[in-house]
């Protein structure tokens, strides 16, 4: 079993910037991706962008050049750099991780991030 606890959420204004965290406890082994997505009041949840264990990236579109995803394998923590936020990019942001060898996905409880304008 796996759990994941995001953190870094909160209020900002248009224009700043701010870092959201996800560890993960459990065992994670082998080949695997964390992922982050976000969910609007009223939207789908979307994807923000993938890393895997060995550090291939990628960004939804609308994501690119705004955000940047990392990880630290050795703590299982992956991390959010967002920066010039938009009111538009207020939404709980989820962590995720999907564990190649045993199909699994795991979910965060989620973060609220709330750009003011």
């Known amino acids: 079993q796996v759990q994941l606890v995001e953190s870094g959420g909160g209020l900002v204004q248009a224009g700043g910037s701010l870092r959201l965290s996800c560890a993960a406890s459990?065992?994670?082994?082998?080949?695997?991706?964390m992922g982050w997505y976000r969910q609007a009041p009223g939207n789908q949840r979307e994807l923000v962008a993938t890393i895997t264990n060995a550090g291939s990236t990628y960004y939804a579109d609308s994501m690119k050049g705004r955000f940047t995803i990392s990880r630290d394998n050795g703590k299982n923590t992956a991390y959010l750099q967002m920066h010039s936020l938009q009111p538009e990019d207020t939404a709980v942001y989820y962590c995720n991780v999907y564990i190649r060898l045993s199909r699994a996905k795991y979910w965060g409880q989620g973060t609220q991030v709330t750009v003011s304008s």
């Open positions: 459990g065992e994670i082994l082998g080949s695997n991706t």
